[in-house]
């Protein structure tokens, strides 16, 4: 990894470097409390536009490698970033913005909703609200979709791939480890030849 | 609520439960290449179907509270800790979730070379883009399971899908509008 902050291009303002693990807190902490139904923009907003700890380039290459790698793409980047900047405790500062007040916001809502349980009112918006994520979640996957068609298994094998993956998680119910070993060896297998057929005929 | 029913919750699992939920989050931990959410049918399928320590409901509204609320949606993790088994079962399950890959993504960022045009690692993205794809609409089939039967519910869903792929609209105005309808006609 080359080393932060590298010199942006002419015109730009200067990167900066966070002043401790409690400015990271600080920072991923702000971030967090923004972020309504997901925080990757805000968290663009915040560290390259607003704290200019990373150019918007360096933001895409981190965020490319928190969506490569397993796990919360935000917390990655928190982990990544952190440590780039103080090691381990910048990145347990960072996590640690990120999480502690929006969890306790969540918990508290939680034990208000169980105290609210028997309302049918309540019980009511609960179930909309439930119908509603249900709903965005699928928004999402429609949205991804769009990227098959570039996809080198091409666009049969990908949805073939992604309707048997929803038959055998979402509707048998068998266990995802090894839906996910099996079918996405044999997608990554797939890809992976295409990709190669690709480079020699180029 | 006593202190001792805060941390230990209403089941009150002992140390062997609390860690083979830790260790079951671990796995799905490092199989949640398309984001933790991706991972949640197999969480309902371990809390609600093979242990039975919450129910479709508490499930689905834990995933719609971590919606509504600010923050990193990985936090419907620890709602679901939660009603599992108070703070022991928040801790359980989000260690579980975030360790190994937090781990990983520290080692990578360390150590990892940039090849993002390597061959193997377009392969890897690309061959996993659809199961990623599946998984989240198993997600959503999975969220529907209480209000499934109910008409409004579903043109509530079918509506949220349609607005959210249409329009740039922030998700917390869809769930304030399903909240809304829901208090009304789902009761």
């Given amino acids: 990894m080359s080393a932060l902050p590298a010199q942006p291009a002419k015109g730009e303002a ?5 002043a401790s693990p409690a ?55 928190a982990v990544v970033l952190g440590d780039r900047f103080f090691g381990w405790r910048g990145a347990l500062a960072s996590c ?34 439930g119908a509603v994520a249900a709903g965005l979640i699928v928004a999402t996957a429609i949205k991804l979709s769009r990227t098959l068609k570039s996809n080198p298994m091409g ?4 949805l073939g791939l992604g309707a048997a993956t929803w038959l055998m998680v979402g509707y048998l119910r068998w266990p995802m480890v090894g839906v996910v070993l099996g079918l996405g060896s044999l997608g990554m297998a797939w890809a992976w030849w295409r990709l190669r057929a690709q480079e020699r005929e180029a | 609520m006593t202190v001792a029913e805060l941390l230990q919750g209403s089941h009150g699992l002992g140390w062997a439960e609390l860690a083979g939920l830790c ?27 093979e242990q039975g320590w919450m129910s479709d409901a508490q499930f689905t ?3 719609a509270i971590a919606q509504a609320a600010p923050g990193p949606n990985i936090l419907f993790v620890a709602v679901m800790g939660w009603h599992v088994a108070g703070l022991a079962g928040v801790l359980a399950t989000m260690l579980g979730i975030m360790g190994p890959s937090s781990v990983l993504a520290f080692i990578v960022g360390r150590y990892g070379q940039r090849r993002a045009d390597a061959i193997g690692l377009r392969a890897f993205t690309a061959g996993l883009t659809p199961l990623t794809l599946g998984l989240l609409l198993s997600t959503g089939w999975v969220l529907t399971a209480p209000t499934r039967h109910q008409w409004v519910a579903v ?33």
């Fill in chain 1, 14 to 18: 200067p990167l900066r470097r966070p």
């Fill in chain 1, 23 to 77: 400015a990271m807190f600080r920072a991923f902490n702000r971030l967090a409390l923004q972020g309504f139904g997901g925080v990757l923009p805000v968290a663009h907003r915040e560290l390259v536009e607003h704290e200019r700890w990373l150019s918007p380039q360096q933001f895409v290459e981190l965020l490319t490698l928190g969506q490569v790698l397993p796990g919360p793409n935000i917390i990655n980047i």
């Fill in chain 1, 96 to 129: 640690a913005g990120l999480l502690l007040l929006p969890m306790a916001i969540v918990l508290t809502l939680t034990t208000v909703y169980q105290h609210f349980a028997d309302n049918p009112w309540v019980v009511g918006a609960l179930r909309g609200m």
């Fill in chain 1, 155 to 158: 666009l049969p094998a990908c």
């Fill in chain 2, 23 to 49: 260790v079951h989050f671990m796995v799905l931990s490092l199989l949640a290449v398309g984001g933790a959410i991706t991972t949640a049918p197999d969480m309902q399928r371990y809390l609600v179907g």
């Fill in chain 2, 61 to 63: 509204t834990g995933v």
């Fill in chain 2, 155 to 187: 043109a509530l869903v079918i509506g949220a899908v349609v607005v959210s792929v249409r329009s740039k609209i922030s998700p917390m105005w869809l769930i304030a509008a399903g909240a809304v309808v829901g208090a009304l006609a789902l009761r």
